[in-house]
């Protein structure tokens, strides 16, 4: 497994043919394995033409009343037994025992199920169609309940004879009985039950299906209902206008909302009557209350009538709440049948599905009357694979064994690392950037080391980062826990996703923060300190610290309490920032070494990567040794300044053997020759490779080629054909060799042609890249030190600001001083979290992953390959998992 870590695993073309009679079998099987990427073989063919669209179809259906059943269980809260995926999908120890026992459901089991399933799915939806419609029942004789008892005020008002008798008042109303377009009733006060009165005779009062009654001796009609409260104002203003005012319409608002049934959603409504003249205007009214999605109502002015009404209402509530009960306590004992299998018919038909889309991909073969499969694997599984397919054949009792032929081709495979749950985040980190060429030197492993160290110098404090590594921690404990929860938030998920790489920074952080001599912004005197401050001193007076020794480990803590702290501090992260960086460059270019000699490109190591390591040694390598010497050396006891790197470097290229401060003896000869050496391998790195390449290109055309890389294409494919010859006779038959052949023939792809001109363009753009960047890439990583720098200061003005000042001014007031300490501890905490750790580390994480992403992997890495997706019932299910968890 070796082999898929550092380098992506060797890949190989396989040939399948199946027989159609275990072609499921087969399929299954290899699902379980997670081996094979297949190749589409009907790419021409259309998607609702290939052999198996119909059982895929059918699935489909299945998956949806699935998802239906689900929605239902969930909106009834009944639970659902999860289903272990262990008995279900490939394990990482998978073995063939395993696998031979964990055979798949035949076809007719699989018809059983989809009809088990479909019969559930149409019980169950009868069910919840007369327990919604029961629900829509219920909510109207609710509302009309309502409505009853909220319109009775109406009803019941009457004007006392001194109100009636005043002409003033009677002067407000005003009748119309000739349909023009004077108002039929105009009031100054909106209150119908303050201004209406109602005319009493002997007669009995009209029918309540009419909705008439009598007003100052003229007979009106109204209607009563409901409707949004936010529409009232646009039905006013409806009636008003369609009506041309001749109307009274009053409402009652309704406090409580009224859940609709169908919705699930609460709504604030509100109970309205509407008085006018003619039964064709009451008909308009109708329409436009309906079309505002308001709902009217059979209400009675006469009291017996309205107390009938309201009993009958009851009664028909009182009845349809036991029958709401029976149906729902039907629904929920199928619901929980369901719920105990519900989640295994989900994985068997996900399977089934994915099992007829991948044969769907397959080509048939109507004279051998099998099916013809390829697709890429690692070529350390193809034993297992073999095993595995042999099995299958001889537990479904046919005679025809299924054939697997490797394929010899020039195609480039897919890249394949193995990772686990450590290594996996930090893969994830690599590929977001782009996939390694097939077998590259994997960026993911370094990184593993690399990413979090960058992220630490520049977050280094023990207390935040034992904060971060104390979360990840957590998470890691509660990971299988966290794993089963299907409705994740997002932030968290990409927290729990990269779980392993946040302990890791976490501590990385506590050892940068431990040599930083930081916690919390605070120092930590663990060892004796190098320094000694004078005993005598006048209060206000600087005094200078004498060094007496040298502090075993990590930054001395008298430096905490210096004036000079900040300049010593610059200056120190600052160079250190430029050393952590051309380390990391010179890492990174070294690996491209690697990949040349892995590939044989002798060209590419002379012409690429020695004048590459020379111009950036020569320039840089030098800078950081004279930073690691300015440092060694005792500037003080030599009664020297120390010289400025920054006009040395400046100086060296413009003006060449000059010094001005000299910081080792010889140092003119020295970057002279330096200088040198960085300009000749500008023009060697810009001209060796293509003229290089030219002259092989020559010499292949001279030798009878079109070019070189025909050339090379014949060289490997005599060495194929070697290959082939030995092994077809000692494992294979002749038919199956002639058919190898035959494939290696049809998968070569046309080798490029050699042009002069394009090599010559890319090999200029690749030295104005690498000589440019290699200035800017080392300018970049000053972001360390910036990003280190300013993590510090806030993270001790915050201290000042909260802490320190609190226990100044509150120590000595007692309990209510202690109260207050606390609590200002309590928003430092919050700010310590929220902005040092969260925002704070979010800002170094994104810098860590640029320095990665662009400064060392553009020294290496082409990433021109892509990702190996194997045919997995894992990935399947996963997927099929996520897709379902209710958003």
């Given at each position: 497994?070796s082999?898929?870590?550092?380098?992506?695993?060797?890949?190989?073309?396989?040939?399948f043919?199946?027989?159609?009679?275990?072609?499921?079998?087969?399929?299954?099987?290899?699902?379980?394995?997670?081996?094979?990427q297949?190749?589409?073989m009907n790419?021409?063919?259309?998607?609702?033409?290939?052999?198996?669209?119909?059982?895929?179809?059918?699935?489909d259906?299945?998956?949806?009343?699935?998802?239906?059943?689900?929605?239902v269980?969930?909106?009834?809260?009944?639970?659902?037994?999860?289903?272990?995926?262990?008995?279900?999908?490939r394990?990482?120890?998978?073995?063939?025992e395993d696998?031979?026992?964990?055979?798949?459901?035949t076809?007719?089991?699989?018809?059983?199920?989809?009809?088990?399933?479909?019969?559930?799915?149409?019980?169950?939806?009868e069910?919840?169609?007369?327990?919604?419609?029961?629900?829509?029942?219920?909510?109207?004789?609710l509302?009309?309940?309502t409505?009853?008892?909220?319109?009775?005020?109406?009803?019941?008002?009457?004007l006392?004879?001194?109100i009636?008798?005043?002409?003033?008042?009677?002067?407000?109303v005003?009748?119309?009985?000739?349909?023009?377009?004077?108002?039929?009733?105009?009031?100054?006060?909106?209150?119908?039950?303050?201004?209406?009165?109602?005319?009493?005779?002997?007669?009995?009062?009209?029918?309540?299906?009419?909705?008439?009654?009598?007003?100052?001796?003229?007979?009106?009609?109204?209607?009563?209902?409901?409707?949004?409260?936010?529409?009232?104002?646009?039905?006013?203003?409806?009636l008003?206008?369609?009506?041309?005012?001749?109307?009274?319409?009053?409402?009652?608002?309704?406090?409580?909302?009224?859940?609709?049934?169908a919705?699930?959603?609460?709504?604030?409504?509100?109970i309205f009557?509407?008085?006018?003249?003619?039964?064709?205007?009451?008909?308009?009214?109708?329409?436009?209350?309906?079309?505002?999605d308001?709902?009217?109502?059979?209400?009675?002015?006469d009291?017996?009538?309205?107390?009938?009404?309201?009993v009958?209402?009851?009664d028909?509530?009182?009845?349809l709440?036991?029958?709401?009960?029976?149906?729902?306590?039907?629904?929920?004992l199928e619901?929980?049948?369901?719920?105990?299998?519900?989640?295994?018919?989900?994985?068997?038909?996900?399977?089934?599905?994915?099992?007829?889309?991948?044969?769907n991909?397959?080509?048939?073969?109507?004279?051998?009357?099998?099916?013809?499969?390829?697709?890429?694997?690692?070529?350390?599984?193809?034993?297992?694979?073999?095993?595995?397919?042999?099995?299958?054949?001889?537990?479904?009792?046919t005679?025809?064994?299924?054939?697997?032929?490797?394929?010899h081709?020039?195609?480039t495979?897919?890249?394949f690392?193995?990772t686990?749950?450590?290594?996996?985040?930090?893969?994830?980190?690599?590929?977001?950037?782009g996939?390694?060429?097939?077998?590259?030197?994997?960026?993911?492993?370094?990184?593993?080391?690399?990413?979090?160290?960058?992220?630490?110098?520049?977050?280094?404090d023990?207390?935040?980062?034992?904060?971060?590594?104390?979360?990840?921690?957590?998470?890691?404990?509660?990971?299988g826990?966290?794993?089963?929860?299907?409705?994740?938030?997002?932030i968290?998920?990409?927290?729990y996703?990269?779980?392993?790489i946040?302990?890791?920074?976490?501590?990385?952080?506590?050892?940068?923060?431990?040599?930083?001599?930081?916690?919390?912004?605070?120092?930590?005197?663990?060892?004796?300190s190098?320094?000694?401050?004078?005993?005598?001193?006048?209060?206000?007076q600087?005094?200078?610290a004498?060094?007496?020794?040298?502090?075993?480990i990590?930054?001395?803590s008298?430096?905490?309490?210096?004036?000079?702290a900040?300049?010593?501090?610059?200056?120190?992260?600052?160079?250190?920032?430029?050393?952590?960086g051309f380390?990391?460059?010179?890492y990174?270019?070294?690996l491209?070494?690697?990949?040349?000699?892995?590939?044989?490109?002798?060209?590419?190591?002379?012409?690429?990567?020695?004048p590459?390591?020379?111009?950036?040694?020569a320039?840089?390598?030098?800078?950081?040794?004279?930073?690691?010497?300015?440092?060694s050396?005792?500037?003080?006891?030599?009664?020297?300044?120390?010289?400025?790197?920054?006009?040395?470097l400046i100086?060296?290229?413009?003006?060449?053997?000059?010094?001005?401060?000299?910081?080792?003896?010889?140092?003119?000869?020295?970057?002279v020759?330096?200088?040198l050496?960085?300009v000749?391998?500008?023009p060697?790195?810009?001209?060796?490779?293509?003229?290089?390449?030219?002259?092989?290109?020559?010499?292949?055309?001279?030798?009878?080629?079109?070019?070189?890389?025909?050339?090379?294409?014949?060289?490997?494919?005599?060495?194929?054909?070697?290959?082939?010859?030995?092994?077809?006779?000692?494992?294979s038959t002749s038919t199956?060799?002639?058919?190898?052949?035959?494939?290696?023939?049809?998968?070569?792809?046309?080798?490029?042609?050699?042009?002069?001109?394009?090599?010559?363009?890319?090999?200029?753009i690749?030295?104005?890249?690498?000589?440019l960047n290699c200035?800017?890439?080392t300018?970049?990583?000053l972001?360390?030190?910036?990003?280190?720098?300013?993590?510090?200061?806030?993270?001790?003005?915050?201290?000042?600001?909260?802490?320190?000042?609190?226990?100044?001014?509150?120590?000595?007031?007692?309990?209510?001083?202690?109260?207050?300490?606390f609590?200002?501890?309590?928003?430092?905490?919050?700010?310590?979290?929220?902005?040092?750790?969260?925002?704070e580390?979010?800002?170094?994480?994104?810098?860590?992953l640029?320095?990665?992403?662009?400064?060392?992997?553009?020294?290496?890495?082409?990433g021109?390959?892509?990702?190996?997706?194997?045919?997995?019932f894992?990935?399947?299910?996963?997927?099929?998992?996520?897709s379902?968890?209710?958003?």
């Amino acid at each position: 497994m070796s082999d898929a870590i550092f380098r992506s695993a060797d890949m190989v073309l396989v040939q399948f043919y199946i027989a159609s009679e275990i072609a499921r079998e087969c399929v299954s099987v290899l699902g379980e394995l997670g081996d094979i990427q297949f190749r589409d073989m009907n790419k021409s063919v259309n998607a609702f033409q290939r052999s198996f669209v119909k059982e895929t179809r059918k699935f489909d259906n299945t998956e949806r009343q699935l998802r239906y059943l689900e929605s239902v269980i969930d909106k009834q809260h009944v639970p659902i037994v999860t289903t272990s995926y262990d008995d279900l999908i490939r394990k990482s120890t998978l073995d063939l025992e395993d696998l031979a026992s964990r055979q798949p459901p035949t076809t007719s089991q699989m018809d059983t199920l989809s009809r088990v399933i479909s019969d559930y799915e149409h019980n169950v939806r009868e069910m919840a169609d007369t327990y919604n419609d029961l629900l829509s029942r219920q909510f109207d004789l609710l509302e009309h309940r309502t409505v009853l008892q909220g319109t009775r005020s109406f009803f019941d008002a009457r004007l006392s004879p001194d109100i009636v008798n005043e002409s003033s008042e009677l002067n407000r109303v005003r009748l119309s009985t000739d349909g023009d377009e004077e108002s039929l009733l105009v009031e100054e006060e909106p209150l119908l039950d303050s201004r209406l009165q109602l005319e009493h005779s002997t007669s009995p009062p009209p029918p309540a299906a009419s909705n008439e009654m009598t007003i100052l001796g003229s007979s009106m009609n109204f209607i009563c209902g409901t409707i949004d409260t936010d529409k009232y104002l646009t039905l006013e203003r409806i009636l008003w206008r369609s009506l041309r005012g001749n109307l009274y319409l009053n409402k009652v608002p309704i406090e409580e909302p009224i859940r609709d049934p169908a919705t699930g959603e609460d709504h604030y409504r509100c109970i309205f009557v509407l008085f006018t003249h003619g039964s064709r205007l009451i008909e308009r009214c109708r329409k436009i209350v309906e079309s505002l999605d308001g709902k009217l109502f059979d209400v009675s002015p006469d009291y017996e009538e309205y107390r009938r009404q309201l009993v009958e209402v009851n009664d028909k509530l009182t009845d349809l709440d036991s029958v709401l009960d029976h149906t729902s306590e039907r629904l929920v004992l199928e619901l929980k049948e369901i719920a105990l299998e519900i989640e295994r018919w989900r994985i068997e038909i996900s399977k089934e599905k994915a099992i007829y889309a991948t044969l769907n991909l397959f080509d048939y073969d109507p004279t051998r009357r099998c099916l013809i499969a390829e697709g890429w694997m690692p070529k350390s599984d193809l034993s297992t694979v073999k095993s595995a397919l042999r099995d299958v054949t001889e537990r479904c009792g046919t005679d025809i064994n299924t054939v697997v032929n490797v394929i010899h081709t020039n195609r480039t495979p897919p890249t394949f690392f193995r990772t686990n749950k450590f290594t996996s985040a930090f893969q994830t980190i690599v590929d977001a950037y782009g996939i390694a060429s097939y077998q590259e030197i994997n960026p993911g492993l370094p990184a593993i080391v690399t990413f979090p160290f960058m992220f630490a110098i520049m977050f280094g404090d023990m207390g935040h980062g034992f904060l971060l590594f104390l979360a990840a921690s957590i998470l890691i404990l509660k990971e299988g826990a966290i794993a089963k929860m299907k409705n994740r938030e997002e932030i968290f998920d990409m927290a729990y996703t990269g779980r392993y790489i946040l302990v890791m920074m976490g501590l990385f952080s506590m050892y940068t923060g431990f040599m930083y001599n930081d916690l919390f912004s605070r120092d930590i005197p663990l060892f004796k300190s190098g320094w000694k401050w004078p005993s005598d001193f006048k209060e206000g007076q600087s005094i200078t610290a004498t060094q007496v020794g040298v502090y075993p480990i990590g930054l001395d803590s008298a430096w905490h309490a210096a004036e000079n702290a900040l300049l010593f501090a610059n200056s120190y992260k600052m160079k250190l920032s430029i050393l952590m960086g051309f380390i990391h460059m010179s890492y990174s270019l070294q690996l491209s070494l690697f990949n040349y000699r892995f590939f044989k490109s002798r060209i590419d190591i002379i012409g690429n990567y020695i004048p590459g390591f020379l111009f950036m040694h020569a320039i840089f390598g030098y800078l950081c040794i004279t930073i690691v010497y300015k440092w060694s050396v005792n500037w003080i006891a030599d009664n020297k300044p120390p010289p400025s790197l920054l006009n040395m470097l400046i100086n060296m290229f413009l003006s060449p053997g000059y010094v001005d401060e000299q910081l080792f003896p010889g140092q003119k000869i020295v970057q002279v020759v330096l200088m040198l050496i960085a300009v000749v391998c500008v023009p060697w790195l810009l001209l060796f490779k293509p003229l290089a390449l030219k002259r092989q290109n020559d010499t292949s055309i001279r030798l009878g080629y079109t070019d070189i890389h025909e050339a090379s294409t014949a060289d490997n494919t005599s060495l194929q054909t070697i290959t082939t010859h030995g092994s077809s006779s000692a494992a294979s038959t002749s038919t199956t060799a002639a058919m190898d052949n035959f494939m290696i023939e049809d998968y070569n792809e046309p080798p490029p042609i050699f042009d002069f001109g394009d090599v010559m363009i890319n090999q200029v753009i690749h030295t104005i890249e690498f000589c440019l960047n290699c200035v800017s890439h080392t300018a970049s990583y000053l972001r360390l030190w910036a990003l280190s720098l300013a993590h510090n200061q806030l993270s001790s003005v915050l201290w000042d600001m909260t802490l320190k000042n609190s226990f100044v001014e509150y120590s000595k007031r007692g309990f209510a001083g202690c109260l207050i300490v606390f609590f200002i501890f309590g928003l430092w905490f919050i700010l310590t979290v929220g902005v040092l750790v969260c925002m704070e580390g979010t800002s170094a994480m994104l810098h860590s992953l640029r320095l990665h992403w662009v400064e060392a992997m553009s020294k290496h890495f082409e990433g021109e390959g892509y990702q190996y997706t194997p045919f997995a019932f894992h990935d399947v299910l996963t997927l099929t998992d996520d897709s379902s968890a209710p958003k």
